[in-house]
Each structure stands twice: as C-alpha cells, then as structure tokens.
C-alpha cells in the first residue's frame, strides 16, 4: 500500500494495476495455455450437437463442432482449411462436414474427402488436413484435447459417476455458477475458479450480506482447513448446528480445472454427486460444465434456476434485486474481466486460494521442466474416489457432556 509517512493515503499513488499472466493467460505458447492444453476439457453438451456444426471457443481459439451423420464427434479450427471461411456456416453430412464457400468435405478427423470444383473431385486432396482436435464423450459432454498427441492423457472418470442405481441417471449441465447467471461469465477462468477454495465467502455473501441463497446451515459460521491432496486441494468446514452435532463440509478441486462441491442449496449427507469443469474460453470467459448424477425421477432442472431471492433465479431478479442479494456471478464477474492481483490484500481466509495458487504455479514449472503436472495419467486407471460431501455427526464437545 502506497502511504505517506504521516499516514495519509490516495488513490492516486496506486502504481498502475496488473494481474499475474500465468494465473491468467491460457493462449497456446503461454504457460497456463500449454499446462491447460495437457487435459481433456468438456466444450459442449452432447445434446447440443444435433443436425448443425456449432461454434465453440476454448483457450482462446475458435472452434467448430459437429457429429457427422456416421455419429463421429468433430472438432475443428473455425477457419476452413481451403481459403478460410467459417465452418460455422458449413453442413453436416454422413461423412463429416462440408464447407459453405467451395464445398470441401472434411471427416470428423479432418481428411479432406471431396473438392467439388477440382478436377476428378481433387486428386490432390489427401494433401490437406482440416486442422481438428481429438474429441471424447462422457457424462453426457464432449470433451477435446487440444494439446500435443504424444503427451493425450487419458479422460478420467470418478465413481460417483460411474455407479448407478437402476433408478439413476447422469444429467449435464452448463450453467452451474453458484448462485446463477448466464452460462458464460465475462471474466477470467482462474478468479471463477479459486473462488471454489474460498469457503469464508458463503456464509457472508450467499448468507449474511444478501439474502439466505442457499441452505440457512451455511448462514452459520464455519471454522475451516484446508489441506493438499494427491490431486488439488480440499476445504472441510466444520459447523457447529443448534442440536449440537456437527455439520461437515467437505470440497475438493483437483487441478487444474475441475471442481467437486457439493451444491449449497442441498445439505442432504452423502459423497458429492456433481463433478464440474471450469473451460477457460478465453482469457476474459468462462463457462462451468457439470455432471450429475440425480434419481431418474427428478424433474429436469438447471442450477442456474434454483431459486436464490425470495423465490426467483438469478433470471428472474431485477438488476435492483441482484445489488440487494448479490451472489457468486456479482462477486467475481465485478473483479473485473482479469482481476488485477497487484491491488489484493490477501488474509488468513485466503489460504485456500493462495495453496491453489501455488499448487498451480508449481504445474507449470512441471510441463516447463518437461514433468508430467498433477493428475494427467496416460493410461486408464480407476475412476477417482470423490472425498466432497456432507456428513453430520455429534460434535466433540457433545460426545463428552453425553459421556456416562
Ligand atoms: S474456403 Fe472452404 S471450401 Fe473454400
Ligand atoms: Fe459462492
């Protein structure tokens, strides 16, 4: 903090902001751009790849995506591999996908099939390649690896995903912000992100600053810790409820991108069932995929329109409405498009994001010294056993005053 020695402050003194570039930047040849390019990383729902290509944007680069009539999953550089114009604007056949200027046909793989206006449909045409990226579907999303094929890791699966009862299913969701807000958020991926490590925020701002949003439990003060796992980081929060037992609450994230939280509005006890993605769009988007795994019988919902301000969604709230009970879309999309980390005052509350930063910054010294980072596996491997959920039990202190 800029000071006068008699103790005098003005805004004026502040040198000029600047946030760290590799928290933040995720172009290809950045830092952060090529550690986030060692995962798979979810673009789509599955259901929203039907007759069109549709466009995608993902660590700064345009894609498009399409599933050929065979049923193969594309997943192209935007720009056609002839004289560039938009494959947004190309058609889905059963081979793959035509481009709209000239008609070049490109499989899912990116081999040029047909060039209707070259002689013999284009002798030449096993010379070009559709630039493309390898594509995977799981959970009812698609996901693209974008880095280099030597080092693909495999696409890892978690268990609360993988058992089912006969009367559950899988369900994707790409609008999961906390307490709502449209699917994309105009903001850095990494300030959404360790938003997930900063458990302190929830009681004051989904519960004591603006209206209860999620469960009244979580109105109550928690004492938190925060731990490295194997794979990322884990908050437990401990709070201690009226009866006397103990409300525990347990979060992971494992790096570099994916967060498991069992969501606020249900304290029900049990593992987590919803595994999400954070996908950087750019460097000033992002946008949450989730997983779910909810009874057959649920009715389709979004969490997105879970009721947070006397019975409306974020949707539903007036911009009024939204300054008086802000939630998780103010908080972090008001940090600015990349919030500026020479301005911050971090505090002993911020521990969890601070070991998530340096876990982070740790994984990119790893592919820079040419070491595997935290959790890319190259071969299949069992599903990763989910640690979040929410468990009660009596507290300490009651177990000793019901001691005989
Ligand atoms: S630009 Fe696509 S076929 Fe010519
Ligand atoms: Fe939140």
Same mark, same amino acid.
């Given at each position: 903090?800029?000071?006068?020695s008699d103790g005098r402050f003005s805004a004026y003194d502040l040198p000029p902001p600047s946030y760290d570039p590799l928290l933040t930047q995720v172009d290809k040849g950045t830092p952060a751009g *090529?550690?986030?390019?060692?995962?798979? +990383?979810?673009?789509?729902?599955?259901?929203?790849?039907?007759?069109?290509?549709?466009?995608?944007?993902?660590?700064?680069?345009?894609?498009?995506?399409?599933?050929?009539?065979?049923? *193969?999953?594309?997943?192209?550089?935007?720009?056609?591999? +002839?004289?560039?114009?938009?494959?947004?604007?190309?058609?889905?056949?059963?081979?793959?996908?035509?481009?709209?200027?000239?008609?070049?046909?490109?499989?899912?793989?990116?081999?040029?099939?047909?060039?209707?206006?070259?002689?013999?449909?284009?002798?030449?045409? /096993?010379?070009?390649?559709?630039?493309?990226?390898?594509?995977?579907?799981?959970?009812?999303?698609?996901?693209?690896?974008?880095?280099?094929?030597?080092?693909?890791?495999?696409?890892?699966?978690?268990?609360?995903?993988?058992?089912?009862?006969?009367?559950?299913?899988?369900?994707?969701?790409?609008?999961?912000?906390?307490?709502?807000?449209?699917?994309?958020?105009?903001?850095?991926?990494?300030?959404?992100?360790?938003?997930?490590?900063?458990?302190?925020?929830?009681?004051?701002?989904?519960?004591? $600053?603006?209206?209860?949003? $999620?469960?009244?439990?979580?109105?109550?003060?928690?004492?938190?810790?925060?731990?490295?796992?194997?794979?990322?980081?884990?908050?437990?929060?401990?709070?201690?409820?009226?009866?006397?037992?103990?409300?525990?609450?347990?979060?992971?994230?494992?790096?570099?991108?994916?967060?498991?939280?069992?969501?606020?509005?249900?304290?029900?006890?049990?593992?987590?069932?919803?595994?999400?993605?954070y996908l950087p769009i750019d460097n000033t988007h992002t946008r949450i995929f989730t997983a779910l795994r909810v009874p057959k019988w649920l009715p389709k919902f979004k969490f997105s329109e879970i009721p947070v301000y006397e019975g409306k969604s974020w949707f539903?709230?007036?911009?009024?409405?939204?300054?008086?009970?802000?939630?998780?879309?103010?908080?972090?999309?008001?940090?600015?498009?990349?919030?500026?980390?020479?301005?911050?005052?971090?505090?002993?509350?911020?521990?969890?994001?601070?070991?998530?930063?340096?876990? $982070?910054?740790?994984?990119?010294?790893?592919?820079? /010294?040419?070491?595997?980072?935290?959790?890319?596996?190259?071969?299949?491997?069992?599903?990763?056993?989910?640690?979040?959920? +929410?468990?009660?039990?009596?507290?300490?202190?009651?177990?000793?005053?019901?001691?005989?």
């Amino acid at each position: 903090m800029v000071q006068h020695s008699d103790g005098r402050f003005s805004a004026y003194d502040l040198p000029p902001p600047s946030y760290d570039p590799l928290l933040t930047q995720v172009d290809k040849g950045t830092p952060a751009g *090529e550690l986030l390019r060692r995962y798979w +990383h979810p673009v789509l729902k599955a259901s929203e790849l039907d007759a069109e290509p549709r466009p995608v944007r993902a660590l700064g680069e345009d894609l498009v995506l399409f599933r050929s009539g065979h049923g *193969e999953v594309g997943a192209f550089h935007a720009r056609c591999a +002839h004289r560039g114009a938009d494959l947004r604007y190309g058609k889905v056949e059963p081979q793959g996908l035509r481009c709209c200027y000239h008609g070049w046909l490109f499989d899912a793989r990116g081999r040029c099939l047909e060039q209707p206006c070259e002689p013999d449909g284009g002798r030449l045409r /096993d010379r070009v390649r559709q630039p493309s990226y390898p594509t995977r579907e799981l959970y009812g999303l698609i996901f693209i690896y974008m880095g280099p094929l030597d080092q693909m890791p495999a696409l890892p699966r978690y268990d609360v995903l993988e058992t089912l009862a006969p009367n559950q299913e899988i369900r994707a969701d790409d609008t999961s912000i906390g307490s709502g807000g449209p699917a994309i958020m105009p903001c850095n991926w990494f300030q959404a992100f360790e938003n997930v490590m900063d458990p302190y925020h929830v009681f004051v701002l989904h519960s004591t $600053f603006s209206s209860v949003q $999620f469960s009244e439990l979580l109105a109550v003060r928690p004492d938190i810790s925060f731990a490295k796992t194997p794979g990322g980081v884990a908050s437990t929060q401990v709070r201690r409820m009226r009866n006397g037992e103990d409300f525990v609450r347990v979060v992971e994230v494992l790096l570099p991108t994916v967060r498991i939280s069992p969501h606020p509005a249900f304290t029900t006890p049990g593992p987590c069932t919803n595994i999400s993605w954070y996908l950087p769009i750019d460097n000033t988007h992002t946008r949450i995929f989730t997983a779910l795994r909810v009874p057959k019988w649920l009715p389709k919902f979004k969490f997105s329109e879970i009721p947070v301000y006397e019975g409306k969604s974020w949707f539903d709230m007036t911009e009024e409405e939204r300054r008086r009970s802000p939630g998780d879309y103010e908080a972090q999309v008001g940090q600015g498009p990349v919030t500026f980390h020479s301005e911050e005052n971090l505090a002993t509350s911020d521990a969890g994001v601070a070991l998530l930063r340096r876990l $982070f910054l740790a994984d990119l010294q790893r592919v820079r /010294d040419g070491v595997a980072p935290t959790n890319v596996r190259l071969d299949d491997g069992p599903a990763y056993a989910v640690a979040a959920g +929410h468990t009660f039990h009596p507290s300490a202190e009651t177990a000793r005053t019901q001691a005989p």
